[in-house]
């Protein structure tokens, strides 16, 4: 047996094990405080603990120190354990088993404002706090960070007719009754309101382009210029194409609507007051006129310039026969596209999901997708469309086609398969050889569904009493048959695994804990969500004391209070007992008053509480016995009259008066050291009795002065005292009550915009918010150093990003009045990096010849789904924009210049550096040039020779063929 020797004087024993203890609970959320207890069952004192973190190694939190205690202030989500051990001397205790602690994130909600953040008077706005876990909430609003009470408890805050009054900065938060009980705080909106619009009227500029121009107020003039219609891909299509139309609108405002017109010999609405894209199908071959325009409120833009659509029948094959040659003539269907998804079309939340477009005639192909006949942006030109986390957005219709540069050029639209989730996808393929695209596939309906919930129920209740019986019962939403696991404290619980129900006969602590359950079964769903945890709470029943005034020793004739205490407090109903019998004339009364005491009075007294609801019973007291005596007068036979006297006076004066005094005062916070004092005026050798919240407080008992090394919420409350000693008067008046209040210093949080992450060159600010508001001075600190050049003020700006700026930034407040300082925030880490380059790149070469076909493709070094911009010499390159490659199917010279681009998307980084500048050179093909060498003048010299010897001939002539 391992053993360990504390000193030569004290006994051997096995080396202890701690247990350790959380508080409030193992599973909470992001910025919840958690007491950490290091229990050491041991009679030894002098023990000093120390804390670890297990990963793959434990790692110290703390030196060893004093206390058993460890209050940590979680930010990280998921799972973590921890350990503790204990250190006397040089003997080392067992490790604790390890507690693992799961840390969830705090939903958090966001403000949605509707027109727009910045409206005019008189306008209506909506204000919504939209929390993205859903669930039932309560709203708290907050208006430059002070409550918003005509706004409290609702999800929607409406302001009917706006003015100057309702700007400022609005916040919301979440409340509820289960965990987790609140959310984040939102991010600030920033309501603007501005004078009402005096004028609308337009004017011409030099290139003929209408604008709107709404005059806000003298010094803000809102400029719109006419929305300008563009059509994607092109305006002369064939039946059956699906074009995009989008109206852009280059305006300062936000919160515009479009409304959509067809143009005929009168306009016809397509769609009202909607989103600045609007899709169409092709079906009637002709020419028709299409038409936007913008509004807010009751202000509107004027109407775009009219797109002309041409839609062509798509040719049909002709078979043409000679009269004297036979012909096979074959027409071919287009490629058949097909949506496969994988696992299967119906899924559940969080699982992944691919959807493949596949073409049957294979190649190489691009692919367009759509999601109830949509495009699908984010899926286009790619066969596989993964899905990581599913959810149910993703539900609906997905087809796809493919589209490529050679016949046939596009494949047939695949059939739409559904994922059941809410949203049709579809998808098709391109590529650049024959077929170029496929047809659309037939729209996917993807169903994402919940997995059943697991739900534990508690009976009789989740606070049970010792001795009680208790039943927990796994309950499925689904119904069905299943086999349940059990866990507790997230370990199996091997004796309840399989049963849906596990019955505890005769509860004690031991069965304390986080009671969890999950089914499965071998058909799908096979397994179950994992319940949310149960805690149960196997406590003493209540326990009741008899407190008895002025003593328990009292005199005949005095007047005696009997008071029945229950220590957990409520409403009850009180049971008398003196020596075991009922006493019938105190039934049901906190209080049995004596008024006249005399020695039928002297007994043992009991009582214990009763009522309707749990716990229905308290323990019965422990006995007081009352004893009456002969008063002062009467004992003191053969003594003097003025003995007499000064003994009944000194019986018959006021008793001395105990005070509770603080130090350092009464509010207080979490961590300070606190002093409580019970001062009794007559002065004198007292012991002194401690009371919290009416009942003994035994670590004080006996000592004047209550010492508080760690001050948490638990030490609140009201504390009384009073003095004893042997000699009279025997005690003193009992003091009146002091409450102690502990709270949480404010804390400090570093709030970054635009982000944490950023970019080179980009302007940034963080800024030291300390919940509590008031005036404050900050310290502020990169990497745990000072950073001087921010000292006391409460936004640090960066103007000009670089990476000397990287690193994890901390603040806090300090002030002149309590509390004197904040707690240091969390730390932000700032990165700062690059943004993605992009490159031009030509081909076949920058220096073409006229007629030639020139491929220019933007490059982004860090991949991802971008849409691009083009320009040359500095211009937007409309005819290329937001495509990857610019095609110039026959160059000539009015293609040179100087070509740039740029990438942009909806997510970080929104857009890329723009690239260097690559010159494009067309000329005209070099003409050959016949020269001749040596001269173009020669002498010819013809040898003629017979049976192989030389023969001269005279007037020969040479003629040329």
């Given at each position: 047996m391992s053993v360990f020797i504390p000193s030569s004087s004290e006994n051997i024993t096995e080396i202890p094990t701690p247990t350790l203890r959380v508080d409030p609970h193992t599973t909470v959320y992001t910025g919840d405080t958690l007491t950490l207890t290091c229990d050491l069952q041991i009679s030894l004192t002098?023990?000093?603990?120390?804390?670890?973190?297990?990963?793959?190694?434990?790692?110290?939190?703390?030196?060893?120190?004093?206390?058993?205690?460890?209050?940590?202030?979680?930010?990280?989500?998921?799972?973590?354990?921890?350990?503790?051990?204990?250190?006397?001397?040089?003997?080392?205790?067992?490790?604790?088993?390890?507690?693992?602690?799961?840390?969830?994130?705090?939903?958090?909600?966001?403000?949605?404002?509707?027109?727009?953040?910045?409206?005019?008077?008189?306008?209506?706005?909506?204000?919504?706090?939209?929390?993205?876990?859903?669930?039932?909430?309560?709203?708290?609003?907050?208006?430059?960070?002070?409550?918003?009470?005509?706004?409290?408890?609702?999800?929607?805050?409406?302001?009917?007719?706006?003015?100057?009054?309702?700007?400022?900065?609005?916040?919301?938060?979440?409340?509820?009754?289960?965990?987790?009980?609140?959310?984040?705080?939102?991010?600030?909106?920033?309501?603007?309101?501005?004078?009402?619009?005096?004028?609308?009227?337009?004017?011409?500029?030099?290139?003929?382009?209408?604008?709107?121009?709404?005059?806000?107020?003298?010094?803000?003039?809102?400029?719109?210029?006419?929305?300008?219609?563009?059509?994607?891909?092109?305006?002369?299509?064939?039946?059956?194409?699906?074009?995009?139309?989008?109206?852009?609108?280059?305006?300062?405002?936000?919160?515009?609507?479009?409304?959509?017109?067809?143009?005929?010999?009168?306009?016809?609405?397509?769609?009202?007051?909607?989103?600045?894209?609007?899709?169409?199908?092709?079906?009637?071959?002709?020419?028709?006129?299409?038409?936007?325009?913008?509004?807010?409120?009751?202000?509107?833009?004027?109407?775009?310039?009219?797109?002309?659509?041409?839609?062509?029948?798509?040719?049909?094959?002709?078979?043409?026969?000679?009269?004297?040659?036979?012909?096979?003539?074959?027409?071919?269907?287009?490629?058949?596209?097909?949506?496969?998804?994988?696992?299967?079309?119906?899924?559940?939340?969080?699982?992944?999901?691919?959807?493949?477009?596949?073409?049957?005639?294979?190649?190489?192909?691009?692919?367009?997708?759509?999601?109830?006949?949509?495009?699908?942006?984010?899926?286009?030109?790619?066969?596989?469309?993964?899905?990581?986390?599913?959810?149910?957005?993703?539900?609906?219709?997905?087809?796809?086609?493919?589209?490529?540069?050679?016949?046939?050029?596009?494949?047939?639209?695949?059939?739409?398969?559904?994922?059941?989730?809410?949203?049709?996808?579809?998808?098709?393929?391109?590529?650049?050889?024959?077929?170029?695209?496929?047809?659309?596939?037939?729209?996917?309906?993807?169903?994402?569904?919940?997995?059943?919930?697991?739900?534990?129920?508690?009976?009789?209740?989740?606070?049970?009493?010792?001795?009680?019986?208790?039943?927990?019962?796994?309950?499925?939403?689904?119904?069905?048959?299943?086999?349940?696991?059990?866990?507790?404290?997230?370990?199996?619980?091997?004796?309840?695994?399989?049963?849906?129900?596990?019955?505890?006969?005769?509860?004690?602590?031991?069965?304390?804990?986080?009671?969890?359950?999950?089914?499965?079964?071998?058909?799908?769903?096979?397994?179950?969500?994992?319940?949310?945890?149960?805690?149960?709470?196997?406590?003493?029943?209540?326990?009741?004391?008899?407190?008895?005034?002025?003593?328990?020793?009292?005199?005949?004739?005095?007047?005696?209070?009997?008071?029945?205490?229950?220590?957990?407090?409520?409403?009850?109903?009180?049971?008398?007992?003196?020596?075991?019998?009922?006493?019938?004339?105190?039934?049901?009364?906190?209080?049995?008053?004596?008024?006249?005491?005399?020695?039928?009075?002297?007994?043992?007294?009991?009582?214990?509480?009763?009522?309707?609801?749990?716990p229905s019973y308290s323990e019965i007291s422990a006995a007081v016995r009352l004893t009456v005596s002969d008063d002062p007068v009467t004992q003191l036979s053969g003594v003097t009259y003025c003995e007499i006297l000064k003994n009944v006076n000194q019986h018959s004066k006021e008793r001395p008066k105990a005070t509770v005094k603080v130090q350092p005062a009464e509010r207080v916070f979490i961590r300070q050291r606190v002093t409580l004092t019970c001062d009794i005026e007559s002065g004198g050798v007292w012991s002194y009795e401690w009371f919290k919240n009416n009942d003994p407080l035994s670590e004080a008992q006996w000592r004047k002065n209550y010492e508080i090394s760690n001050a948490d919420g638990s030490h609140e409350g009201d504390y009384t005292c009073k003095g004893r000693r042997s000699t009279e008067p025997r005690y003193s008046e009992i003091s009146a009550a002091v409450r102690l209040t502990v709270s949480e210093r404010p804390k400090a949080t570093v709030k970054v915009q635009p982000a944490e992450r950023v970019f080179i060159r980009q302007r940034v600010t963080l800024t030291c918010d300390i919940e509590s508001g008031g005036v404050w001075n900050y310290e502020w600190f990169k990497n745990n150093d000072p950073l001087s050049e921010a000292q006391w003020r409460k936004n640090y700006e960066i103007s000009n990003a670089d990476g000397s700026h990287e690193g994890d930034y901390t603040c806090k407040g300090r002030r002149s009045t309590e509390p004197r300082y904040s707690e240091i925030s969390a730390a932000v880490r700032l990165t700062v990096s690059e943004r993605p380059k992009a490159t031009v790149k030509v081909q076949p070469a920058e220096r073409v010849f006229i007629r030639q076909r020139v491929t220019l493709t933007c490059d982004i070094e860090s991949g991802g789904v971008w849409n691009y911009e083009w320009f040359k010499n500095n211009d937007p390159l409309s005819e290329a924009q937001w495509r990857k490659n610019y095609e110039i199917s026959n160059a000539d010279g009015s293609h040179e210049g100087d070509y740039t681009c740029k990438g942009r998307r909806s997510t970080e980084p929104r857009f890329s550096e723009i690239s260097a500048a690559v010159r494009l050179t067309v000329s005209e093909k070099p003409t050959p040039t016949r020269r001749v060498y040596p001269h173009t003048t020669v002498k010819t010299t013809v040898r003629v020779t017979a049976n192989g010897k030389p023969v001269n001939v005279s007037g020969l002539v040479c003629v040329s063929d």
């Open positions: 002098g023990w000093r603990f120390r804390w670890y973190k297990v990963s793959q190694q434990l790692n110290p939190l703390t030196e060893y120190k004093d206390t058993n205690t460890l209050s940590i202030t979680v930010s990280d989500t998921g799972t973590a354990e921890y350990q503790c051990v204990a250190l006397r001397g040089d003997y080392v205790s067992h490790y604790s088993a390890p507690v693992k602690i799961t840390v969830r994130e705090r939903p958090k909600p966001t403000v949605k404002v509707q027109p727009a953040e910045r409206v005019f008077i008189r306008e209506r706005v909506t204000l919504t706090c939209d929390i993205e876990s859903g669930g039932d909430w309560s709203y708290e609003w907050f208006k430059n960070n002070d409550p918003l009470s005509e706004a409290q408890w609702r999800k929607n805050y409406e302001i009917s007719n706006v003015d100057g009054s309702h700007e400022g900065d609005y916040t919301c938060k979440g409340r509820r009754s289960t965990e987790p009980h609140y959310s984040e705080i939102s991010a600030a909106v920033r309501l603007t309101v501005s004078d009402v619009a005096v004028a609308v009227g337009s004017a011409v500029m030099e290139d003929s382009a209408v604008l709107s121009v709404v005059v806000v107020n003298s010094s803000d003039v809102a400029v719109v210029k006419k929305p300008t219609l563009r059509v994607y891909p092109h305006t002369t299509v064939y039946t059956g194409d699906t074009l995009t139309l989008t109206c852009d609108l280059q305006s300062s405002l936000a919160g515009w609507k479009f409304t959509w017109f067809k143009v005929s010999q009168q306009l016809e609405c397509l769609r009202e007051l909607g989103p600045n894209t609007l899709s169409i199908t092709a079906s009637d071959s002709g020419t028709t006129e299409y038409q936007c325009q913008a509004f807010r409120g009751s202000y509107d833009s004027y109407p775009s310039n009219r797109v002309k659509i041409t839609v062509r029948e798509k040719p049909k094959p002709t078979q043409r026969v000679d009269p004297h040659t036979t012909v096979k003539t074959t027409v071919r269907e287009r490629p058949k596209a097909t949506v496969k998804v994988q696992p299967a079309e119906r899924v559940f939340i969080r699982e992944r999901v691919t959807l493949t477009c596949d073409i049957e005639s294979g190649g190489v192909w691009n692919y367009e997708w759509f999601k109830n006949n949509d495009p699908l942006s984010e899926a286009q030109w790619r066969k596989n469309y993964e899905i990581s986390d599913v959810d149910g957005s993703h539900e609906g219709d997905y087809t796809c086609k493919g589209r490529r540069s050679t016949e046939p050029r596009y494949s047939e639209i695949s059939a739409a398969v559904r994922l059941t989730v809410s949203g049709d996808y579809t998808c098709k393929g391109r590529r650049s050889t024959e077929p170029r695209y496929s047809e659309i596939s037939a729209a996917v309906r993807l169903t994402v569904s919940e997995r059943p919930k697991a739900t534990v129920k508690v009976q009789p209740a989740e606070r049970v009493f010792i001795r009680e019986r208790v039943t927990l019962t796994c309950d499925i939403e689904s119904g069905g048959v299943w086999n349940y696991e059990w866990f507790k404290n997230n370990d199996p619980l091997s004796e309840a695994q399989w049963r849906k129900n596990y019955e505890i006969s005769n509860a004690d602590g031991s069965h304390e804990g986080d009671y969890t359950c999950k089914g499965r079964r071998s058909t799908e769903p096979s397994y179950s969500e994992i319940s949310a945890a149960v805690r149960l709470t196997v406590s003493e029943r209540p326990k009741a004391t008899v407190k008895v005034q002025p003593a328990e020793r009292v005199f005949i004739r005095e007047r005696v209070t009997l008071t029945c205490d229950i220590e957990s407090g409520g409403v009850w109903n009180y049971e008398w007992f003196k020596n075991n019998d009922p006493l019938s004339e105190a039934q049901w009364r906190k209080n049995y008053e004596i008024s006249n005491a005399d020695g039928s009075h002297e007994g043992d007294y009991t009582c214990k509480g009763r009522r309707s609801t749990e």
